[in-house]
């Protein structure tokens, strides 16, 4: 049979999402020691959408890698602009601002970057439709760069094997 038997659908998740009153939720769950996937709303996880916070990875790997951030300790000083998320209002490292999901920290990163090296790292990576519009502070937010879940998933597994085109101490950090 041509059928795949390690991939499996888990309707019963639906009863999850509901409880919560989501109906528009994808899941996939990678098993890697079994070689195994399991999945709840297929046509959901294979649409394209903006990356918002899960873009902060690749937003991290990137200026990491051009030395844009030296390391996770790179601080970027508070702007002085307040914001509802009281967390994000005060001077903050790369590993701080990843743990609060802070827009504006990685917005400002993403400044110092710049467009062409980041189109470059959306490009080698493969990373969704690999498109940052106009606004280097938006793009991941503004419906610019897109990806499905399920591609997230492989770039999360190639992250995880270190099968990404960063060097090893950039995926490591």
Known sequence: ???????EERKDWAAIYKKHGVDSACFELVEHSKER???YNKARGN???????????MASLIALETSVAPDEDLIIKWDG???PQEQWNKDMNMREAFKVSSEPYYKE???????????????????????????VETFWTDNSLQITPDEQCGFLKKLYFD???????????
């Open 1 to 7: 049979s041509c059928e795949r038997n390690n991939i």
């Open 37 to 39: 996937v399991y999945y």
């Open 47 to 57: 649409t394209r959408m903006s990356p918002a916070s899960t873009f902060k990875i």
């Open 81 to 83: 602009v307040k914001r």
């Open 109 to 135: 990163l993403m400044k110092r970057v710049g467009t062409t090296e980041i189109k470059r790292w959306l490009d080698s990576t493969e990373y969704g439709n690999m498109q940052i519009g106009n606004n």
């Open 163 to 173: 099968d990404l085109p960063f060097s090893k101490r950039t995926m490591r950090i």
